[in-house]
Structures are given as C-alpha cells and as structure tokens.
C-alpha cells in the first residue's frame, strides 16, 4: 500500500529554485505533524522540515531560509519550496510523518548542479 507520493524533483543549476509536493491519505496522516526528510548519494536520510497542523514549521540549520515547508489538509499534501540551492541540496526528498510512521516512498531526486 503506497501511503505517500512525492514528485516535483529535477535537475536546477546553483542558485535556481524547486518546489516539491508529496500527496497522502488517511486520518493519520491528516492529523499528524508532516516532514521531509533526504539522502544524499553515500549518506544516511537526514530530516529537512516539519509543518504541524497548526503549521509551526523547523528546519534544519542548513536550509532555514532558504526552504519553506507548508500544508494543505484538504488536499492531504504537503510541500516544500526551494530557493538559492546548492550543489549539497542534492539528495532523493521523502516525505512522511514527522515520527516516520508510514514505510518510505521512491522519494524524488534534486540534483543541483555547480
């Protein structure tokens, strides 16, 4: 059963921009506070952001400010805007809850280029 679809990645140069979206379903996810999470070729997956429901929102230090994680639970999504990225920013994006309850999706790969 596929609890979460991501989509959205691509390939940017330095500096340029993405936003990724990822769709779930079910009250768990509904009702859950939501992040995203990546990998990075030869390194464990890292959390990125998380969004409550009363959308309070953190992030890791090396992508405040230029990230921005939102939600819609009508729609059941969540979303994560990028800007002024980096070769580093390169990774395959998870989404799932913030406690990582639902098995992981494909993930959808950013590569950023210098």
């Known amino acids: 059963q596929i609890h979460m679809v991501e989509s959205g990645g691509g390939l940017v140069q330095a500096g340029g921009s993405l936003t990724l979206s990822c769709a779930g379903s079910?009250?768990?996810?509904?009702?859950?506070?939501l992040a995203w999470f990546r990998q990075a070729p030869g390194k464990q997956r890292e959390w990125v952001a998380t969004?409550?429901?009363?959308?309070?929102?953190n992030y890791v230090d090396s992508v405040r400010g230029r990230f921005t994680i939102s939600r819609d639970n009508a729609k059941m999504t969540v979303t994560l805007q990028m800007v002024s990225l980096k070769p580093e920013d390169t990774a395959v994006y998870y989404c799932?809850?913030?406690?990582?309850?639902?098995?992981w999706g494909q993930g959808t790969q950013v590569t950023v280029s210098s």
């Open positions: 799932n809850t913030a406690r990582e309850t639902f098995p």
């Open positions: 079910g009250d768990i996810w509904r009702l859950s506070p």
């Open positions: 969004i409550t429901n009363g959308r309070t929102s």
